[in-house]
Nanobody
Framework: QLQLTESGGGSVQAGGSLSLSCAVS????????MAWFRQEPGKQRGRLAV????????YYEDFVEGRFTIHRDNVKNIVWLQMNNLQSDDTAMYYC??????????????????WGQGTQVTVSS
């Protein structure tokens, strides 16, 4: 059973940076679609970025591309989300998720089998 544990959230001023980590146990991250999602109060959970199994290709939602970077450390079995130039509308609970996927890693949260507990990011203007 895969277990995911996020850390690195906190409070930061607009324009600042945070680095979130997702430590994974019970499986090898290079065999899974590993994604970061976020959820604001009253809104649906949405995917931000994903790293594909095997070749490690990465994909981003348009509104975070250029500001957020997802990467994985296959030795430590950790997935990171580096977030730069944070703005107040980035305030949300951030989640790491995993699924075995198919040819393409899914965008929909319901397609992900494994989730962390989440870490809160608060950006003040």
């Amino acid at each position: 059973q895969l277990q995911l544990t996020e850390s690195g959230g906190g409070s930061v001023q607009a324009g600042g940076s945070l680095s979130l980590s997702c430590a994974v146990s019970g499986g090898t991250i290079s065999q899974f679609c590993m994604a970061w999602f976020r959820q604001e109060p009253g809104k649906q959970r949405g995917r931000l970025a994903v790293v594909y199994p095997r070749d490690g290709a990465t994909y981003y939602e348009d509104f975070v591309e250029g500001r957020f970077t997802i990467h994985r450390d296959n030795v430590k079995n950790i997935v990171w989300l580096q977030m730069n130039n944070l703005q107040s509308d980035d305030t949300a609970m951030y989640y790491c998720a995993a699924t075995t996927g198919g040819r393409n890693c899914p965008w929909e949260p319901f397609s992900y089998n494994y989730w962390g507990q989440g870490t809160q990011v608060t950006v003040s203007s």
